[in-house]
């Protein structure tokens, strides 16, 4: 059996060219953000990895075929779309046999980049461990899929909503470099700092791409996470996020919100609860995180 994949034609040449491509998500698009704004992110982001020297390519399942590189009419399908699926691990391969249309989330969209020779990945926040995991159990694939495929992923850190400092030992436990980009601690997604220290710290992006061959040449299962800390100027303090993401967290539970709808609810709320603050915040970091991926995916080549 072949896997249904569609590259666009950027993609496709760049990837024939041996030139630097950086994966990003569609889950951000559909789940994470509001229309109109989700495209034009989509677009931005797509626009910084170009000029940071490497080529986009977005990533979704549509009509049962895994495209690598969406083209303009296509990404704007997608972001005004209701009812898509959000597709991890578990529901990739049957979206794709039933002939489905879907989102990839981090660990869905780290499957199809492996799958297309695309070493680096650009996200906003991954999944990770939520609050209260300890009776809910609400894990997110993102981290398994850490320790297993080999994909390099930039992200701002595992999302605030989520209980940080377990998610940061789950992936201890599961054998996943956590690289802070050029600071002490960890970063917490809409802020910078956080009182975590950072298990690695690199300064520069050759020492990433290294990282990334080295544990390829070593044969070692598993990708690597980059945190990036959102830019200052764009960052919410954890102090003002804190009753915020309580409340949201307290909505979730009176409504009963469980398993793939409790992150793009959260996300919502704090929305809402901000003021749209939590979204200009998100928008900056993503594109502050597709940069530094481009660069990582330019190192990889030398
Ligand atoms: N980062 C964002 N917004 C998002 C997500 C990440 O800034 O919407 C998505 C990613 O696709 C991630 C998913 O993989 O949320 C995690 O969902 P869950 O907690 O259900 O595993
Ligand atoms: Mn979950």
Redesign the pocket.
Known sequence: MTIPLTYSAKVAEALAKGHAVVAL?S??IT??MPFPQNVETARLVEQDVRNAGAVPATIAVMGGRLHIGLEAAALDALGQAQNVAKL?RADLAACIATGGTGAT???ATMIAAHLAGIHVFA?????GVHRGAETSFDI???LQELALTPVTVVAAGA?AILDLPKTFEVLETLGVPVIVYGQDSIPAFWSATSDMVAPLRMNDPASIAASHKMRGAMGLAGGQLVTNPIPLGDEIPATTLAPIIAKALAEAEAHKISA?A???FL?DRIFALTDGRSLTA?IAL?RNNARLAAEIARAMLK
């Open positions: 998500e889950t951000i789940h994470g991890s989330t981090v660990a996200t906003g926040g991954i999944g997110s694939a993102d999302k793939k409790v992150t793009p996300l998100n993503v």
